[in-house]
């Protein structure tokens, strides 16, 4: 990997060391993204992170791939579904199956999701309404089931 110039190490330096602890600060060039999380500080491939003011339509007939190439959706419903896909998202909560509704950013700490993860974890609206994250939580929705995340296509 080639290393960086001068200027951008005295910035990374200066980004990841005096950061608040809570914080998680990012570093991208054109061949890998360096994030810092739970104290450590990871050098990942590069992947374009998707604008969290899109929404993409997915029509469950077909599988739904990310815009970024980094992976697949796939439903297998009976019944098809018109959805929207949206990524990066804030401020959002999830009514999780045999449980009460949980703000997002508790289940990603919960779960210590790291922040490129989070980056490219697919939100699915169903009429509006949060249903799933993709592959991990679901609401309480007969698609709970049947929406999967392709990881093996996940780039990262």
């Not at 951008?8 to 950061?19: E, G, N, R, V």
């Not at 950013?105 to 999701?113: G, H, N, P, T």
């Not at 697919?122 to 309404?129: D, L, R, S």
Request: with cysteine; hydrophobic share 30%.
């Amino acid at each position: 990997m080639p290393t960086p110039d001068t200027k951008a190490l005295k910035q990374i330096t200066h980004d990841f060391i005096y950061a608040a602890k809570d914080k998680n600060p990012h570093y991208k060039n054109e061949f890998y993204q360096l994030f810092r999380s739970q104290g450590a500080i990871y050098c990942i491939k590069n992947f374009e992170i998707i604008n969290s003011s899109q929404s993409f339509k997915w029509n469950t007939n077909k599988p739904f791939h990310f815009p970024n190439g980094c992976g697949t959706l796939t439903y297998s419903g009976s019944e098809s579904l018109d959805l929207t896909v949206k990524f990066n998202q804030t401020g959002q909560k999830l009514k999780l199956e045999k449980r009460n509704t949980k703000a997002v950013k508790k289940l990603f700490a919960e779960y210590s999701i790291q922040p490129w993860d989070k980056l490219n974890t697919p939100f699915i609206y169903h009429m509006e309404q949060l249903i799933s994250l993709g592959h991990s939580w679901s609401h309480q929705t007969p698609t709970k089931k049947n929406i999967n995340l392709d990881l093996e296509n996940l780039i990262i």
